[in-house]
């Protein structure tokens, strides 16, 4: 009812209602004006106001019709007012209940309709990392030489120049320090010893056998430090694998072979290797192991007829470099240079993940670009 029509407010005298006639189409015309309401759509809010617009105890339409219409009614009409007004107020009951009652059922249907699941939707893809090349490298090499006996250990990444120098026979005006000298910790005043990030894995080899007795068989993955200007095959953190075996009776032969079954496992069985003289303090003697050309199967030409872009025509390509230990290390770990022999070899691992995965930028692996890095899943 609207409130410019407040005829509840009003007796039926002031309306000019004398006739039960009368009385029943003034209750019809409220019945119509409320049923045009009803019909309307609810929401539950909304709905309580309209609930306690007509059934409000105090100022509720038909509480307003009790007190002007019904109560103060000549005793010839109240009869047939006491009539109209239980049918108004049945139906108006009824239709407000069943109101209620489809707004409930609604709100039902709605969160049942939030909630279902439907499996036919796509799935939230969720992106899966994945292990960095160099992890995975080094997970391939591990399980190489631990198949064949080695175990795994790591250490530290910041040294002293006992481990990283002096103990591997390089002593303090060694020129092979020139290469190392690196990148040294700014300590306390006071501090006893200097100490720098590790420029390779090697002073875990002193580590290794200050802690273990032979017979040793270790390799040791890392990360190392230097200070060389960063280009295609130069970075200044890169990594490597160490690797050390040291028993009573280890032959160079033992050495070579066990070289040449990790690069066959590596790179597969077709790549051949060969060993040429080298240097390096804490081996004697020591070499470079190399590989035959992956790319070209070892001619030194491509598939096009032109040279090998990889290996430069030159059919092998080096890889690192190993040495059978030399006596003058034992002395640093207490072991019997008489007794025992050994030996050692020290990966590349960067340069050798970019050969094998065909990289052509060592810078790569530390950009962090998921473009290159997806490509390695
Ligand atoms: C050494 O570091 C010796 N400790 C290896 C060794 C261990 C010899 C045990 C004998 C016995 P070298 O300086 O050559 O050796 O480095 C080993 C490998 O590290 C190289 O073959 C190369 O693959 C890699 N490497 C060296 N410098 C860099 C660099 N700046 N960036 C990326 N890789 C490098």
Same mark, same amino acid.
């Given at each position: 009812?609207?409130?410019?029509?407040?005829?509840?407010?009003?007796?039926?005298?002031?309306?000019?209602?004398?006739?039960?006639?009368?009385?029943? @189409?003034?209750?019809?015309?409220?019945?119509?004006?409320?049923?045009?309401?009803?019909?309307?759509?609810?929401? =539950?809010?909304?709905? &309580?106001?309209?609930?306690?617009?007509?059934?409000?105890?105090?100022?509720?339409?038909?509480?307003?019709?009790?007190?002007?219409?019904?109560?103060?009614?000549? *005793?010839?009409? &109240?009869?047939?007012?006491?009539?109209?007004?239980?049918?108004?107020?049945?139906?108006?009951?009824?239709?407000?209940? =069943?109101?209620?009652?489809?707004?409930?059922?609604?709100?039902?249907?709605?969160?049942?309709?939030?909630?279902?699941?439907?499996?036919?939707?796509?799935?939230?893809?969720?992106?899966?990392?994945?292990?960095?090349?160099?992890?995975?490298?080094?997970?391939?090499?591990?399980?190489?030489?631990?198949?064949?006996?080695? @175990?795994?250990?790591?250490? *530290?990444?910041?040294?002293?120049?006992?481990?990283?120098?002096?103990?591997?026979?390089?002593?303090?005006?060694?020129?092979?320090?020139?290469?190392?000298?690196?990148?040294?910790?700014?300590?306390?005043?006071?501090?006893?010893?200097?100490?720098?990030?590790?420029?390779?894995?090697?002073?875990?080899?002193?580590?290794?056998?200050?802690?273990?007795?032979?017979?040793?068989?270790?390799?040791? *993955?890392?990360?190392?430090?230097?200070?060389?200007?960063?280009?295609?095959?130069? @970075?200044?953190?890169?990594?490597?694998?160490?690797?050390?075996?040291?028993?009573?009776?280890?032959?160079?032969?033992?050495?070579?072979?066990?070289?040449?079954?990790?690069?066959?496992?590596?790179?597969?069985?077709?790549? &051949?290797?060969?060993?040429?003289?080298?240097?390096?303090?804490?081996?004697?003697?020591?070499?470079?192991?190399?590989?035959?050309?992956?790319?070209?199967?070892?001619?030194?030409?491509?598939?096009?007829?032109?040279?090998? @872009?990889?290996?430069?025509?030159?059919?092998?390509?080096?890889?690192?470099?190993?040495?059978?230990?030399?006596?003058?290390?034992?002395?640093?770990?207490?072991?019997?240079?008489?007794?025992?022999?050994?030996?050692?070899?020290?990966?590349?691992? #960067?340069?050798?993940?970019?050969?094998?995965?065909?990289? #052509?930028?060592?810078?790569?692996?530390?950009?962090?670009?998921?473009?290159?890095?997806?490509?390695?899943?």
């Amino acid at each position: 009812m609207s409130s410019s029509d407040n005829k509840p407010e009003r007796t039926l005298a002031d309306l000019g209602v004398t006739r039960p006639d009368q009385v029943a @189409s003034l209750f019809a015309e409220v019945r119509a004006q409320f049923d045009a309401k009803a019909s309307e759509d609810f929401i =539950e809010i909304l709905w &309580k106001e309209w609930r306690d617009q007509w059934l409000g105890r105090k100022s509720g339409f038909l509480s307003r019709i009790t007190d002007n219409w019904l109560k103060p009614a000549a *005793p010839d009409l &109240k009869r047939t007012v006491g009539a109209c007004l239980n049918d108004l107020r049945a139906h108006v009951e009824a239709k407000i209940e =069943e109101r209620r009652l489809s707004i409930e059922r609604n709100e039902e249907e709605w969160s049942l309709a939030r909630e279902r699941v439907d499996l036919s939707l796509p799935g939230v893809i969720r992106p899966v990392g994945s292990h960095h090349l160099i992890r995975q490298v080094f997970q391939e090499i591990e399980d190489i030489f631990v198949s064949i006996g080695f @175990s795994v250990v790591e250490g *530290p990444e910041i040294e002293t120049l006992y481990y990283n120098f002096e103990a591997l026979n390089i002593p303090e005006f060694h020129p092979v320090r020139d290469d190392m000298d690196t990148f040294y910790l700014e300590l306390p005043k006071g501090a006893l010893t200097p100490l720098l990030l590790r420029t390779h894995t090697s002073p875990m080899q002193i580590r290794t056998m200050e802690k273990q007795k032979p017979p040793v068989r270790v390799i040791v *993955p890392g990360k190392v430090y230097r200070r060389d200007n960063p280009d295609a095959t130069h @970075s200044f953190i890169f990594h490597q694998v160490e690797g050390l075996a040291v028993d009573a009776d280890i032959t160079f032969c033992d050495f070579t072979g066990t070289i040449e079954y990790f690069v066959k496992q590596f790179f597969g069985s077709g790549v &051949k290797t060969r060993f040429r003289p080298s240097y390096f303090p804490f081996t004697e003697p020591s070499v470079e192991f190399d590989v035959s050309c992956p790319f070209c199967g070892g001619t030194g030409t491509a598939a096009s007829g032109g040279t090998c @872009s990889k290996c430069k025509g030159a059919a092998w390509i080096e890889l690192f470099g190993a040495g059978m230990v030399d006596p003058a290390v034992y002395g640093f770990v207490n072991y019997d240079a008489r007794k025992v022999s050994g030996f050692a070899f020290g990966i590349g691992i #960067d340069r050798l993940a970019m050969l094998k995965y065909g990289i #052509d930028d060592i810078q790569a692996f530390f950009q962090n670009d998921v473009r290159f890095l997806r490509q390695f899943p």
